[in-house]
């Protein structure tokens, strides 16, 4: 009989250690979401710097924010690798009024699954809109369709 008191003892103290070295395991807050980009004006090097709170998520070489830009485009950068999927993603050019003018398809230019930044490219075709200013869309690929799965960097543009 005490034996059986005492394996259950036993098996208790186990469980519980089991349970709290699990629960060690993950962080009691959840990470937070980066928020809406910020857009800063021109500084006095002549170039902007978009998305502070996405540089360690994407970063787009080229075209840079206000730059001019004509048919073709092509856009180059790096992203982390599970800003992709099936190693592409989507990006949209949209005019002044954010109508759509094109939409084309990033590729990974290497391994894209790991958590590191990936080269990406994209040749983006497109007529010449009424509006003198644009937005580059970058999108998250997002499969799952989740709200709190998408993200996307907007980039400002001029047409030339």
Sequence with gaps: MWFRVIVFIAVVIILLIAGYSIYQLYPSEPTPVPQEEEIREPEETGKTYAA??????IKVESPEPNQKITS???VRGEARG???FEASFPIKLLDGEENLIALEIATAQSEWMT???VPFE??????NPATEKGILVFEKDNPSGLPENANELRIPVFFD
């Design 115 to 117: 958590e590191d930044f």
């Design 72 to 74: 073709p485009l092509i």
């Design 82 to 84: 599970y800003w992709f």
């Design 122 to 127: 994209a040749v983006v075709e497109f007529e």
């Design 52 to 57: 502070l709170e996405k540089a360690d998520l």
